[in-house]
């Protein structure tokens, strides 16, 4: 999904509130891809940090990830970073997207 730069400014003022839910380590981000599918469903709006021991820049545990889960890319600060994915969930409010 493509996103604007106001809707990528608008998703990154709602991250600020956000803890991290999902934790890469030493097992990479293949070892996520099943919990961040669940969260982004259940969210559309996820913040993970990266453990020192995973062996990844943080972009690129990022991109990885975000690939995987066909999820977009809304910020990267330091060993945290943030994904974006619209749910297909009936049950789930959805953030409105200027």
Not at 74 to 97: A, N
């Amino acid at each position: 999904m493509k996103l604007t730069g106001s809707q990528i400014r608008q998703l990154r003022s709602m991250c600020n509130q956000l803890k991290p839910t999902i934790s890469i380590g030493k097992a990479g981000v293949e070892a996520v891809i099943g919990t961040a599918e669940q969260e982004l469903e259940a969210h559309e709006l996820v913040k993970c940090t990266v453990q020192g021991t995973a062996g990844l820049d943080t972009r690129e545990a990022a991109d990885e990830l975000a690939r995987l889960t066909n999820a977009t890319v809304v910020q990267v600060i330091g060993h945290k970073f943030s994904i974006y994915r619209e749910t297909s969930r009936k049950d789930v409010e959805k953030i409105k997207l200027s």
